[in-house]
């Protein structure tokens, strides 16, 4: 990858998600009985997780002798943090269809 990608990378991410969260935010203070925010909320922090080791995974350096082995561990747990989050989301979507 370029130089800057690995920035561009983290600083957008990291733009949309304070958006998202300050979002969630703002509708769990206007509607405070359901938890179903809190739910989404919970996928928002799963899935930076999961951003999180992908993106040391992909900034992994090749030279290292055990590079295949950390860059799968890295993937496994960025799938692992996904999966969750994903479940959370879910859980949370279910609970606003309820209303």
Sequence with gaps: MEENVMDMLIGGF???????VAT?????????????????????????LAVFFALKAIS?????????????????KAGLAWGAGMVCLLAGI??????
């Design 14 to 20: 990291s733009v949309v998600m304070l958006i998202a």
């Design 24 to 48: 969630i935010v703002f509708l769990w203070r206007r509607n405070r009985e359901g938890r179903a925010f809190l739910w989404i909320l919970a996928h928002f922090l799963l899935l930076s």
């Design 60 to 76: 992994f350096d090749l030279t290292h002798v055990q590079a295949s082995e950390e860059i799968s561990l890295f993937l496994g």
């Design 94 to 99: 279910v609970k606003l269809s309820r209303r």
